[in-house]
């Protein structure tokens, strides 16, 4: 199982681009890299997902390096509430289940 | 529903005792999963249904853990002789397809006294 490492606490200021860093350094050809978030007391939450190309959405931005061993999540402008636990996630295209780590706890201050 | 429910939100269970958890998928969703969230840490992966075919539980701690999906909908995680390492949160997810975008419900907070 692929395995990725996060920081385990991120502090940012209301209104200011966030970057959310994940290593994967042992990712393979057909692993989907995707970015979930868990609000207190919440179920993880779907945010954005790519596989080389940096992709973006309404709720963030996916950058993607260039040999896939890492990746960041870009949240443009923060709000209190993006204030979450965010898990970097590898996805085998061949299978379903995803394996979360511990991921990254991110306080928001106002 | 809009969601992925679950019921009950919160149970407490007396150590030795069996417990059922129910997952609602969003309507039409084939695929279906189950995680156990222990405190302070991420979502393990306990079990995979797509349709009522169970085709991965390689993730249940034990033969104690054991899931259903009958008719391919609705969800049933059953723990029997619970024991207090089973004191988790155990969220159940869906997805319109395999490998589709999944979504979680809020999760079942089981509490073994």
């Known amino acids: 199982d692929a395995k990725t490492t996060q920081p385990n606490s991120m502090e940012s200021n209301e209104e200011e681009p966030v970057h959310l860093p994940c290593n994967h350094s042992?990712?393979?050809?057909?692993?989907?890299i995707h970015w979930y978030r868990q609000l207190p007391s919440q179920g993880p939450e779907y945010v954005i997902h790519?596989?080389?190309s940096n992709v973006n959405n309404r709720m963030a931005s996916l950058a993607i390096a260039e040999d896939r061993k890492s990746s960041t999540l870009i949240l443009h402008r923060a709000t209190l509430r993006d204030a979450a636990v965010y898990y970097c996630?590898?996805?085998?295209?061949?299978?379903?289940?995803?394996?979360f780590g511990s991921g990254t706890k991110l306080n928001v201050k106002p | 529903g809009a969601g992925v429910s679950q019921s009950p939100r919160y149970k407490v269970a007396k150590r030795g005792q069996d417990v059922a958890l129910r997952c609602d998928p969003i309507?039409?969703?084939?695929?279906l999963f189950w995680y156990q969230q222990a405190l302070g840490q991420g979502p393990e992966f306990l079990t995979y249904f797509q349709n009522e075919a169970q085709l991965d539980k390689s993730g249940l701690p034990s033969d104690r853990f054991f899931a259903e999906r009958p008719e391919g909908s609705v969800s049933t995680l059953k723990i029997q002789r619970t024991q207090q390492e089973d004191s988790a949160v155990y969220l159940c997810?869906?997805?319109?397809?395999?490998?589709?975008?999944?979504?979680f419900g809020q999760g079942t907070r089981l509490t073994v006294v």
């Open positions: 790519g596989l080389t």
């Open positions: 996630i590898l996805r085998d295209v061949n299978f379903n289940k995803f394996y």
């Open positions: 309507s039409g969703h084939v695929s």
């Open positions: 042992t990712i393979s050809g057909t692993d989907y």
């Open positions: 997810a869906s997805s319109l397809v395999a490998g589709g975008r999944t979504f």
